[in-house]
């Protein structure tokens, strides 16, 4: 499974991004697709996930700001971005679940200036 990632950039606080991530690969059948960030000296984190049948989880610090959503018949995941703010700057990177093993993407930075 190959995961290409697009949509950084650089935006002002208070702006949005959108962040796409498109899986390739035979016999694709994704659990699970999510978004994770690492920012400069800290550790990968969670931002969100969505499975299959559509639910999905939050990091807390993006609850009421981001959103995820995932479209099975092309194999991609989207995280809408709204009300950026310096701290959401980090690589970006996509994830994928799918037999017990996870695939990631190679990451797209997001820079929120203040």
């Known amino acids: 499974v190959q995961l290409q990632a697009s949509g950084g950039g650089l935006v002002q606080a208070g702006g949005s991004l959108r962040l796409s991530c498109v899986a390739y690969?035979?016999?694709?059948?994704?659990?699970?697709m999510g978004w994770y960030r690492q920012a400069p000296g800290k550790q990968r984190e969670l931002v969100a996930t969505?499975?299959?049948?559509?639910?999905?989880n939050y990091a807390d610090s993006v609850k009421g700001r981001f959103s995820i959503s995932r479209d099975n018949a092309l194999n991609t995941v989207y995280l809408e971005m709204n009300n950026l703010k310096p701290e959401d700057t980090a690589v970006y990177y996509c994830?994928?679940?799918?037999?017990?093993?996870?695939?990631w993407g190679q990451g797209t930075l997001v820079t929120v200036s203040s």
């Open positions: 994830n994928a679940l799918m037999s017990g093993r996870n695939y």
């Open positions: 690969g035979p016999h694709l059948n994704i659990n699970r």
């Open positions: 969505v499975t299959g049948d559509g639910s999905t």
